[in-house]
């Protein structure tokens, strides 16, 4: 069974930092895998994807700001985020997509709240 399972999430103050992490239950190096961030009343949109050994490609309002990052060791995949705005609150999803070669199949987390506010 495939699970991913965010953490990280919290309060911030704008101008801040935080750290997300996405562990997955699978060995994650047949996986894509990407955050995405849902604002009430909002679709869910892209933040960050990365393939199995690429390179991450961000969506336009946290290019700079954001780095997403992998560890195939642990099967953990992390989303820094920094120069928070409050225009970055959001739930925000980890999924997993693959495996490669196989039928593609999508999992998801069940979020983690960021938000920030002074």
């Known amino acids: 069974q495939v699970h991913v399972v965010e953490s990280g999430g919290g309060l911030v103050q704008p101008g801040g930092s935080l750290t997300l992490s996405c562990a997955a239950s699978v060995d994650s190096s047949d996986y894509a895998m990407g955050w995405y961030r849902q604002s009430p009343g909002k679709q869910r949109d892209v933040v960050a994807i990365m393939s199995s050994g690429g390179t991450p490609v961000y969506t336009e309002a946290v290019q700079g700001r954001f780095t997403m990052s992998r560890d195939y060791a642990k099967n953990t995949a992390y989303l820094q985020m920094t120069s928070l705005q409050s225009e970055d609150t959001a739930v925000y999803y980890c999924?997993?997509?693959?495996?490669?070669?196989?039928?593609?199949?999508?999992?998801w987390g069940q979020g983690t709240q960021v938000t920030v506010s002074s």
């Open positions: 999924k997993m997509r693959g495996p490669r070669g196989g039928t593609p199949r999508e999992y």
